[in-house]
């Protein structure tokens, strides 16, 4: 039956100015949901549910808050036919119907609506207790654009279609979106709507590391987090007193030892902590990070399930905030710290795919060690999915690994591997005639792709199986010094282990290795104990980096081939990373396990 038949006006469809564009990978540094949802779309049930603040009955359970979430505000938006991520930024895109607004007021209405159900539909109001949303100028302290565009036009009574799609998302100071609407009588543009809680409401770790007065935050599990994303988002440019407690005040806006920010930031929350701040002798911890789908790293990467970067940063980052978290800065508090990870091993037992799962990480603490200007700490770690039960599923990647907590002076007096003294590549100690090869056929892009112009002497090297030489520009600009840390900026160990390992996948490529392959694609070697020493790191103002590796043996399964070398990593003048038995694989598509 028709809308003549009904008597009811037609849809008058929105002008199409906005593009809904379809999702991709997330870019570096985007906002990813907080949880999933398990719908698309809303019906005027769904959305009165929301006025009366039932997140979790509508969007699943991994909304639950233990409380009401905030409640959706009075507006004319009437369903939500499409609600899925995509937009400018890859956050989210809404199409819906509402009855046509009377006014200018009521569009802005229509538009604050919209972001209630986007913010909720992403999870945002998960990390905030007593959470409500607040839209316009008190939501949007970035903006300088002094509020949204409202543009409306009158049109006679009758239902219009609603466009939206998110232009801008973050986590901080509280989870909000900016948004764009358009629909047949109107437009509103930069609408920003937050989730913030109550006045007064605290928020954070407590005094002594004691878990927050009013956690919300839930894991996979449903147990509530002692550590959320939006503390450790927090601590990752500044404050670190919601993450870690008033006793970390005063490192605010000084050189401290925080998480990565952005896209390097991976660890999501702190599940719990079993361990008394001030007893650096021992102590567990267990943290959980959600790998998204569409992440931005699985875009950029050579790998269709996970590379080697994302494993040691997630485990290392996880392991660390144990042991910052139990106080071992706090031994001296009258120093600045800066973190700096010196040697470790790690394993990747079996192969995973972890697009879409949650990491799960036990962690121990095993020494400190406090020194004159340094604190000292080893870990061990062990990595589940979840879902798996730890008592029979061994972990599917496990390692340990020694940290440093070092003052300026400290940090200032470091010597690289060899004391100090110049030790030259391999080739430049033994010239001979090289092959170049030019590289880029790995498939990683964007952030990830870390080397291009590779020297290669065949049946070279100190194992006399070959020899790679590989150098890349170092720039200031470069992406991970702005994430890599706030006030201490240096390029993560990790890739500088991941531009090793695509040197490695370049010379499987050249050498002819995948040559029976149909069609490769480049995973992480499953049973290879991956181990590392870094003593130094790249700086801004290094201007280059230069790594050899010297492989040792190719190994063959079918489907599968592997390469493993030894692998050196300097900065202008002093070698700071040593690697042994560094590996890369390719195999066929569904190619058995190794």
Known sequence: MGAAETGRPALLPAPNRLALSAAGYRPEGGLEPLAPALVESLDGTALDRLRRGDLAGVFGPRHERGEPGPTLSTG???????????????????????????????????????????????????????????????????????????????????????????TAADLLPRPWVRLDLECAAGTVDGLTVAVCEEPGTPLGTRRGGNPPALPVRRGVTGRLAVVDELALATASVGDLQMALGPEFARYAEVRATRPPAGG?????????????????????GETEYDSA?????????????????????????????????????????????????????????REVDLRGRTIVQRSELLATTVLSGAVLQSFSYQLWLDGEDRATTQPFYSGTSLFGF??????????????????????????????????????????????????????GGLHGAGYIRGRRVVESSDWFFARHFHLDPVMPGSLGVEAVIQALQEWLLDSGATAELTEPEFVVP??????????????????????????????????RVRVVGDASVWKPGLRIYELTDVAAEAREKGAPAW
């Open 264 to 284: 390097l930031r991976l660890v999501g929350r702190v599940m719990e902590v079993n361990g008394t701040r001030g007893d650096l002798t021992t102590g567990t």
């Open 526 to 559: 499953a049973g290879v104990e991956l181990a590392w020493r870094y003593r130094g790191q790249i700086l801004a103002h290094d201007g280059e980096m230069t790594l050899e590796v010297h492989v040792k043996r190719v190994e063959r399964r079918p489907g």
């Open 76 to 166: 004319p938006l009437r369903s939500v036919t499409e609600l899925r991520p995509g937009g400018p930024v890859g956050v989210a895109v809404l199409r819906g119907t509402a009855p046509a607004p009377a006014d200018a007021e009521e569009l802005r209405a229509l538009a604050t609506q919209v972001g209630e159900v986007i913010a909720g539909w992403l999870g945002l109001a998960t990390v905030v207790p007593a959470a409500r949303f607040v839209a316009g100028l008190d939501a949007a302290p970035t903006d300088t654009r002094g509020g949204p565009s409202v543009v409306f036009r009158a049109l006679p009574a009758g239902d219009v279609e609603v466009l939206a799609e998110v």
């Open 293 to 349: 789908a569409d992440a931005w790293y699985y875009g950029a990467a050579p790998s269709p399930t996970v590379s080697n970067v994302i494993l040691m940063e997630t485990s290392l980052q996880s392991a660390l905030l144990l042991g910052y978290h139990l106080g071992a800065t706090l031994t001296d508090p009258t120093e600045d710290y800066s973190l700096r990870n010196l040697d470790g091993s790690a394993t990747l037992h």
């Open 406 to 459: 070092f003052n300026a002076t400290a940090l200032a007096n470091q010597t690289g591997l060899d004391n100090g003294t110049f030790v030259p590549t391999w080739l430049e100690q033994h010239p001979q005639q090289t092959r170049s090869v030019e590289g880029g056929r790995t498939g990683a892009t964007g952030e990830l792709d870390l080397v291009r112009n590779l020297e290669v002497v065949d049946g």
